[in-house]
């Protein structure tokens, strides 16, 4: 079984700074990918950076960037200058052979002024 | 490519009636996939399909459930017998048939049972 842990269910950062969201993971595949995913009030959820688990170098999109460690299962999601357009759920995802994504619970950010 | 398409956007429903949604997928995806949400948690696996083909259903799929794709374009999905529980966003995805690709999310419908 698959299963994706998400330990802070509500953070919150200043415009600007710095926030790094927690996500662990548990798989037997070795051949996986690695998603979060990003759902603002409106409620459509985006894909924000994804991560092969056969690549050592971390996934980084632009203020986005992921501390991926496949030893420890662990797949975290920083954002830099936080905006306050970053307000939303985001969602970490494993997505295996099986081709069906499984997500956590989820961590409501909240940017402030 | 304009995107992931489901309707309608809400429904309100009266507990014991059928309901149906629809779900328009990006062109050239053949994966289309079923999720529900509720509040305050992650999206949670219903069913898959690739192509016309179901292949994959999860145990909260009950049998007043069923999903359909009969041309391998746009999916349908039927709750029979609706019931305050069912009351849930409920999500579709599509995705490339090039192994695992990215999910790309319709914008939900919102399903009130009263």
């Known amino acids: 079984a698959q299963t994706v842990t998400q330990s802070q269910p509500e953070m919150s950062v200043q415009e600007a700074e710095t926030v790094t969201l927690s996500c662990t993971y548990d798989t037997s595949e070795n051949n996986y990918y690695l998603f979060w995913y990003k759902q603002p009030p409106s409620r459509q959820m985006i894909l924000v950076i994804r991560?092969?688990?056969?690549?050592?170098q971390n996934a980084t999109e632009n203020r986005f960037s992921v501390n991926f460690q496949k030893a420890a299962k662990s797949f975290s999601l920083k954002i830099s200058d936080s905006q306050l357009g970053d307000t939303a759920m985001y969602f970490c995802a494993l997505l295996t052979q099986e081709y069906a994504l499984n997500f956590g619970k989820g961590t409501s950010l909240l940017v402030t002024p | 490519d304009t995107g992931v398409s489901q309707d309608p956007r809400h429904k309100i429903t009266k507990r014991g009636q059928n309901v149906t949604f629809r779900c328009d997928p990006i062109s050239e995806h053949n994966r289309l996939y079923w999720y529900r949400q509720t509040l305050g948690q992650g999206p949670e696996f219903l069913t898959y399909f690739q192509n016309e083909a179901q292949l994959e259903k999860s145990r909260l799929l009950s049998d007043r459930f069923s999903a359909e794709r009969p041309k391998g374009s746009f999916s349908t999905l039927e709750i029979q017998r609706t019931e305050q529980g069912d009351s849930a966003m409920y999500l579709c995805a599509s995705s490339l048939d090039r192994g695992p690709s990215p999910l790309h999310f319709g914008n939900g419908t919102r399903l009130t049972v009263t």
């Open positions: 991560q092969e688990a056969y690549k050592q």
